[in-house]
């Protein structure tokens, strides 16, 4: 397969449709996170400046990524490398972060638990042999 060929190959277009999913919830559920806290800011046992900051990483990370998705589905292999390297990245800092005991109130723990596991289906759609395989022909 030429390049342009592995890019519009069937399962190709699949899998940039589900990454675009996946990533659309992870941004849709980044930002009804930081609207929830900012309802909730007058409760500073719920909404902490942790929850604040890390919501705002967050947000900023998830629509970095879907810009990623975007122009890797049309072809850009930097695209596509830094959505494998931040989606790699936030997962980890995920798991880390909401396994802190203390760091985080509970409702936050259960929305980075979700976050999780958006981002582990981005994680395994974009370092699987397929798509790696489509931009190893770029």
């Known amino acids: 397969m030429t390049s ?12 940039f449709r589900t990454l675009r999913t996946l990533v659309g919830g992870y941004v849709a559920l980044s ?3 930081l609207a929830v806290a900012y309802a909730m800011r007058g409760h500073t046992d719920l909404v902490t400046a942790t929850v604040w ?3 705002a990483i967050v947000a900023l990370a998830s ?10 589905a049309h072809g850009s292999p930097g695209a596509f490398r830094r959505l494998r ?3 790699t ?3 980890v800092a995920i798991v ?3 396994s802190l005991p203390g760091l985080l109130p509970v409702w936050m723990r259960v929305e980075q638990g979700m976050c999780g596991a958006l981002l582990l289906g981005v994680v395994a759609i974009a370092n699987g042999r397929h798509l790696r395989s489509a931009f190893a022909a770029r």
């Open 96 to 98: 880390v972060i909401a």
């Open 4 to 15: 342009n060929d592995a890019l519009t190959h069937p399962r190709s277009r699949s899998a």
């Open 53 to 55: 900051i890390r919501g």
């Open 63 to 72: 629509l970095l990524m879907l810009s990623f998705v975007a122009r890797a």
């Open 31 to 33: 930002a009804s996170t």
């Open 85 to 87: 390297i931040t989606s």
């Open 89 to 91: 990245v936030m997962l």
